[in-house]
């Protein structure tokens, strides 16, 4: 079974600073697909970016990137600029080739400090 | 184009009764899934359907729970009997087609409380 992790369950960051949030994932599969959502206090789930396994560069979506490392089966976000509008709860999902289920981390709630 | 649509975004109901969560995938959209979110944790896949066919349940608890998505209308999750431990958000997602990797886009959840 597919494992994901996320080992901060609450973070911090000024704005206009970065900062990474963590997410490992368990997985015996080659090919698969890693997402981060961001979830605001609307609650509503929001696709941050994406990433596909098979892909060795790094997705990038204006100020968020990620730093895939397959190897150490390592996903973590950057969010480079903060902006106050950042402040939500993040989650990385793993999704494999050949299934459409997504699992996902328990989460990290963000906050952005003016 | 709207967005995933579900109803009712409250439902509150007392323990027994049964509870009925919609969902209207985006247009075009012919795959729906349900996650179901506790307080302070990640979602968590219940079940994956097509038009007519469920494709994966393997997240739904065997007991009182049941999904459809007819020909015509909304997918619907069906909790019978509802217990306090029932009470979580619900999301639905849906995605236009089944290739693999494909972006679920989420409705804004059905926050269930049992009181």
């Known amino acids: 079974a597919q494992t994901v992790t996320q080992s901060q369950p609450e973070m911090s960051v000024q704005e206009a600073e970065t900062v990474t949030l963590s997410c490992t994932y368990d997985t015996s599969e080659s090919n698969y697909y890693l997402f981060w959502y961001k979830q605001p206090p609307s609650r509503q789930m929001i696709l941050v970016i994406r990433?596909?396994?098979?892909?060795?560069q790094n997705a990038t979506e204006n100020r968020f990137s990620v730093n895939f490392q397959k190897a150490a089966k390592s996903f973590s976000l950057k969010i480079s600029d903060s902006q106050l509008g950042d402040t939500a709860m993040y989650f990385c999902a793993f999704m494999k080739q050949n299934n459409n289920d997504m699992r996902f981390g328990a989460g990290t709630r963000l906050t952005v400090k003016p | 184009n709207a967005g995933v649509m579900q109803n009712p975004r409250h439902l509150v109901r007392r323990r027994g009764q049964e509870a009925r969560l919609r969902c209207s995938p985006m247009k075009g959209h012919s795959h729906v899934y349900w996650y179901r979110q506790l307080p302070e944790e990640g979602l968590k896949f219940m079940v994956y359907?097509?038009?007519?066919?469920?494709?994966?349940e393997s997240g739904m608890p065997k007991e009182r729970f049941s999904a459809e998505f007819p020909k015509e209308g909304p997918s619907i999750l069906r909790i019978q009997q509802v217990v306090r431990g029932d009470s979580a958000a619900y999301f639905c997602?849906?995605?236009?087609?089944?290739?693999?990797?494909?972006?679920?886009?989420f409705g804004p959840g059905t926050r269930l409380t049992v009181l």
């Open positions: 990433q596909e396994a098979y892909k060795q």
């Open positions: 997602a849906s995605s236009p087609r089944d290739l693999a990797g494909n972006e679920q886009f």
């Open positions: 359907l097509q038009k007519e066919n469920i494709i994966d």
